[in-house]
């Protein structure tokens, strides 16, 4: 176990860059966060923040905002060769919020720098990484600032989030295998004019080449386009040259204006082998990237952040071994690797259509028709709610229960419950950056169970700097132990949802999964002798 007073090095400073340091400074550690360009990018790559993300943001305190200002989007509309397929509704999820939000990147990294701000951390801008060693205990890094002196920094852990040409990834050796696809794209963040609804994204399949219309806020859309298959084309379109392709690929009743910006890019499907060498992470597009198709890339970084930071603030704390940080690439490789899959075997389809017979080119558009039946799973990987660790050495259940929440899923938010009288959602109730112990008293008791009451009590006494307790049971059921909060289920939601009969202790981590479940409220001790040693 290893305490240290040096911030962390936070090196770049975009979304995931900002997540981070914002984490580590909500959980208390000191952190200096780096980034060389002179300010926020307003040239807006990323477009969507999913359920999920906008989960996370809730604890942060942040997410209002964001859905207030951002655009839902509640359906695809599909066309082939200017003929329309099928418009798949993008059904509510089982979430605070059922739709995610179309909003501009530059705004994200707005709202979470002011954020950070708020926390005492600001980004010191036009300061770059020039070179990095790491020794025992620490890592020195040279960084060039904004008035070109060159400053030494030594920092316990380095975090890279400097994006998928990351300083930070070079400085350590690590590869950055995977493969270019064939087809350059242009890109346009225009208005548009005509007849397009604004919560529906538009899917062009055309024997001329692809063609996508995204959501974004301030009725303001994003339209990437194909260009022709291994074209050496870098510089970027007119806008008269983007009206020409939204014309020939089905759309000429639209009519665009406004161009913020123009560009054309390459996509490439690649993924570190490490997210952790040494005393140095990879994290956000420093670790994977891939297609734009289902808008994760930012939102998976975000979620990367989000896992790291508060494993890191334990460690350094003293209170769990250093081992728990290797579980940062265990559980959030995978989900990269599931999205560089899907995401790269969806563009393929779509990339391809041009080249097919119009046979096949009909099985296609058949094929991407979702059944009833799976548009709801399908929404919920998308939104990224169905994601889990269920494999993680953090993630432990010892006696297989029927009901509730596995360890390793998500925790399921439930509304109402009521948080020292309080009405209010699980959700807001898990907001304080620690562990969570959810202790389930015995149906229909008038009282709260002394079992349980000694439990919570040992349990804070030995864990309360990194650990709350909170009491399923009756209002006025008895005088709770100091650090105790207790919730009451008007409804009986939470006990249903939760399985709160059977299981009576779920320990929640920080990020808000299930780590541990047991049927005894003196259980804990079982998950802890196997996750706090070596």
Sequence with gaps: MTTSSDPVLVVGGRTTGLMMAAELARHGVPVR??????????????????????????????ADEIVAKGQPMKAISMYANGRHVTTTPDLPVDSPFPWGAAFAQSKTETILQRHLNGLGIEVERSTELLDLQQHDGHVQATIRKADGTEEVVTAPWLIGCDGAHS??????????????????????????????????????????????????????????????????????????????????????KLRISDPRWLTTYRTHYRLAPKYRVGRVFLAGDSAHIHSVIGGQGMNTGIQDAFNLAWKLALVLRGVVPEWWMDTYESERRRVAADVIHWTKKATDELTHFAELSPAEQQRLCDHMVVPESDRLPLRNHQEELDLDYRSSRLSLELEPLEVGPTPGARA???????????????????????????????????????????????????????????????????????????????????????????????????????????????????????????
């Design 167 to 252: 300083t930070t990834r070079r400085h350590i050796d690590e590869e950055f295998p995977g493969e270019i696809d064939p087809f350059p794209y242009l890109a346009a963040d225009v208005m548009i004019d005509g007849p397009i609804k604004p919560e529906i994204a538009y899917l062009c399949l055309h024997d001329q080449g692809d063609l996508f219309i995204f959501l974004l806020d301030e009725g303001r859309r994003q339209i990437i386009s194909t260009l022709p298959k291994n074209s050496e084309r870098t510089h970027p379109p007119t806008l008269e040259e983007v009206q020409q392709l939204v014309d020939e690929r089905g759309f000429t």
């Design 412 to 534: 399921p938010d439930v509304v109402p419950v009521t948080a020292s009288g309080v009405v209010t959602s699980l959700f807001l109730t898990l907001r304080a950056p620690y562990h969570h112990l959810l202790l389930f008293n015995p149906p229909e008791a008038e009282t709260i169970d002394a079992d349980l009451l000694a439990a919570a009590t040992k349990e804070l006494e030995a864990h309360g700097k990194w650990l709350k307790v909170l009491i399923v049971g009756p209002e006025g059921g008895g005088e709770l132990p100091d650090g105790a909060t207790l919730i009451t289920d008007p409804e009986g939601k939470l006990r249903q949802s939760y399985g709160g009969n059977d299981a009576r202790l779920y320990l929640i981590r920080p990020d808000g999964y299930i780590a541990y479940r047991s049927r005894s409220v003196d259980g804990l001790d079982v998950y802890l002798a196997r996750v706090l040693n070596g």
């Design 33 to 62: 966060i780096i980034d060389k360009s002179p300010g926020i990018d307003p040239h807006s790559r990323a477009t969507y923040l999913h359920a999920r993300t906008l989960e996370v943001f809730q604890m942060l305190g942040v």
